[in-house]
């Protein structure tokens, strides 16, 4: 079975400074893992995704994040915050053949002034 | 371009009455189809999914149903809902091992 697990439900941070949203998985064969960002009352968007190709993946809007086999973590950063960044996030999972996708639960960031 | 439309986008319900989401993908033939439920601070719960014409397969036994009358139509229903069926109802459509979600539908039942 696969399943993540986002370590954070809040994190906030100020403009300008480092984000870190953590997010580690579970998978019985080596997972296909996703980033995506939601802002509020809206659907969801994809930020980057990992398939077993480069283990440091870049996404949208600056974001990236670094598939750990050793660590099973799938952690996503960015530089430098921004305002906009402000929404929540979810690490996913999907099965292998991409049928289905499971979700963390979310990790809302704040981005301070 | 592909697109996704889910209606209606909000919706206030009384204990016991039906339900009736709908969501259509445009742009693309046989896509894999879903439905979640986002409940506050429990992200994402996968309802059902779908990988072609009358094939539905549920993840969660519930109150809920789901059928794929057209190739590109999904439509989620219950017969008689719950309080707990409030939520926030995302229709998604998939390719490539990527999810295209619609805007959702927010469902108050009282």
């Known amino acids: 079975a696969q399943s993540v697990t986002q370590l954070d439900s809040h994190v906030s941070v100020s403009e300008g400074t480092p984000v870190l949203l953590r997010c580690n998985y579970s998978s019985s064969y080596s997972p296909s893992l996703f980033w995506y960002v939601q802002h509020p009352n809206k659907g969801l968007q994809l930020l980057l995704k990992y398939t077993s190709a480069a283990t440091l993946v870049k996404g949208i809007n600056g974001f990236e994040a670094e598939f750990k086999k050793s660590e099973t973590s799938f952690h996503l950063t960015k530089p430098s915050a921004h305002m906009s960044d402000a929404a929540e996030y979810f690490c996913?999972?999907?099965?292998?053949?991409?049928?289905?996708?499971?979700f963390g639960s979310g990790t809302k960031l704040n981005v301070k002034p | 371009s592909q697109t996704i439309h889910q209606w209606p986008a909000t919706l206030v319900q009384p204990v016991g009455s039906p339900l009736s989401l709908e969501c259509t993908v445009e742009?693309?033939?046989?896509?894999?189809l879903y439905w979640y439920r986002q409940a506050a601070g429990r992200g994402l719960q996968l309802l059902f999914y779908?990988?072609?014409?009358?094939?539905i397969s549920s993840e969660v036994p519930q109150n809920l149903s789901a059928s794929r009358p057209q190739d590109r139509q999904f439509i989620l229903s219950s017969k008689k809902l719950l309080l707990s069926d409030s939520g926030f109802y995302l229709c998604?459509?998939?390719?490539?091992?990527?999810?295209?979600f619609g805007e959702g539908s927010r469902l108050t039942v009282l």
């Open positions: 998604a459509w998939g390719y490539a091992g990527e999810l295209f």
């Open positions: 779908s990988v072609g014409i009358g094939q």
């Open positions: 742009g693309t033939s046989n896509p894999n």
């Open positions: 996913v999972v999907s099965s292998y053949n991409f049928n289905k996708f499971y």
